[in-house]
């Protein structure tokens, strides 16, 4: 049987790896849903999780004229709204 690459051992090793400075991440799609549900909260978790450089620099690109600050208010909302599904699911999985 031939070895398999498992995404496990690749993300594994991924998170293993040196964080790369700087970093500057082009979001295509940046006022997307995707981007709002998957996305941020990704990047906050790794940010958390010391994954993420302190000299990160974001792009966005999106179809609707949003200014730095509009952005900057739905990437928070995204991040609340996503810890505000983590906290109900910690607490429906307490009863």
Do not use: W
């Not at 051992?9 to 790369?20: H, T």
């Not at 906050?44 to 966005?60: D, R, S, V």
């Amino acid at each position: 049987m031939k070895n398999k690459i498992h995404a496990d051992n690749i993300a594994e090793d991924f998170v293993l790896s040196k964080v790369i400075e700087p970093l500057t991440l082009t979001i295509f799609g940046a006022s997307g849903d995707l981007t709002r549900r998957k996305l941020i909260p990704a990047l906050y978790a790794m940010y958390l999780q010391g994954l993420i450089p302190e000299t990160l620099a974001i792009i966005g690109f999106a179809r609707r004229d949003y200014t730095d600050a509009i952005f900057r208010e739905h990437v928070i909302e995204s991040i609340f709204a996503e810890l505000e599904m983590l906290r109900c699911s910690l607490l429906s999985s307490d009863g």
